[in-house]
Each structure stands twice: as structure tokens, then as C-alpha cells.
């Protein structure tokens, strides 16, 4: 049986594929061309790729190598460690510039307050389950307030656009009697 199609060798090179002994010494001069290099790009890209860049100098090398280097311990700000105590456990929570250690002093009373709560609930439970139970709650208490802000700017915007349609109904063509009071007081 006959092959139909070239290889892809002998179909998209110059000249066809001559296949040669082994030996000890390889020699590709013989193999064909199998792809050239064409400058297709007249914009950016082969400028980028044929400009020369200048070598170098010693200040660029050192600048280089110095952004490379790790901090020194000096200069690397740790964050600041707080410690608070959820469920009667101590916990060391770390602050940050966004976070402030009063915030997590909070965050950690009202989880808490959320614990505490759960835990008079149901005397009984494990702490595993009580925690469970805990996060729900305060999953609970996030959805109930997201509801009530959308809630509370559903509202705002009825009303500024009520505000918006008094403060054009107001601004009315004045009457005969108003215009006639104004040009007898100028």
C-alpha cells in the first residue's frame, strides 16, 4: 500500500530529506532548511527585537543586585501581635496597617460573644458542634444584615428620588400675581 501524503519532512522543506549513515561526526549541512527567520512586524515588537542595548554599567550592575538581596530583618515590618482569649481559649491574632488592634480586639468579642451564646443554648453539644453551630448563627446575623442595608437603600433611593421630583415640581413657571410683585419691588 501507497502513502498518499509527504511527510512533513519532505513537504515543507526546500530541498527533500536525504538520509545519511551514522557516524561518528554529524555534519547538518546537508539537512534542509526548516524554517528562516523573516522580520513580518513592522511595529514595536521587532524594534524590540533588532534594536542593540547599551552594555550595562557598574552602577546598573550593583543596582540590580541590590534590589535582588532580602530584606534585612530591619526593614521588614512584622505585624503587630494581639492576644484575645474566644471560648476560653487564647488566641495571638496578628495586626496590620488595614487592621488595627482595636478592630480585632472587637472581632474576637463578639465571636466570642456568638460562642458564649451558642454554648447556653445548647449545654450539651461538643465544642466541635457548638462552633458549627456558632458559625452559623453568625452567618445568620451577616445575612439578615446584608438584607436590612439593601433594605435601607432601597429606601434612600425612594426618597431622594421623591426629593428630586419635589424640587422640580417646585421650580414652576411663576403666577401673574408673583411676577407683577417682583417687577413692583425692583
Known sequence: ???KSQSLM????????????????????????????????????SKEITET???????????????????????????????????????????????????IRKIAALANEILLDTKEANPGLTNTKINALALIDACDRILSLKDENSNMKTELMYFQHKINIEEENSKSEPTPMEILANEIQN
Open 53 to 103: 542595548k547599551p552594555a550595562p554599567t557598574l552602577d546598573d550592575k550593583i543596582a540590580k543586585r541590590e534590589s535582588l538581596k532580602k530584606p534585612k530583618k530591619e526593614e521588614i515590618e512584622a505585624p503587630k501581635k494581639v492576644s484575645v482569649e474566644i471560648n476560653g481559649n487564647p488566641y495571638l491574632l496578628g495586626c496590620t496597617a488595614e487592621i488595627s488592634e482595636s478592630r
Open 1 to 3: 500500500m501507497k502513502k
Open 10 to 45: 519532505s513537504k515543507y522543506s526546500e530541498k527533500p530529506m536525504k538520509r545519511k549513515k551514522s557516524s561518528s561526526s554529524t555534519d547538518y549541512s546537508d539537512l534542509p532548511i526548516m524554517a528562516s527567520y523573516e522580520q513580518r512586524y513592522k511595529g514595536g515588537m
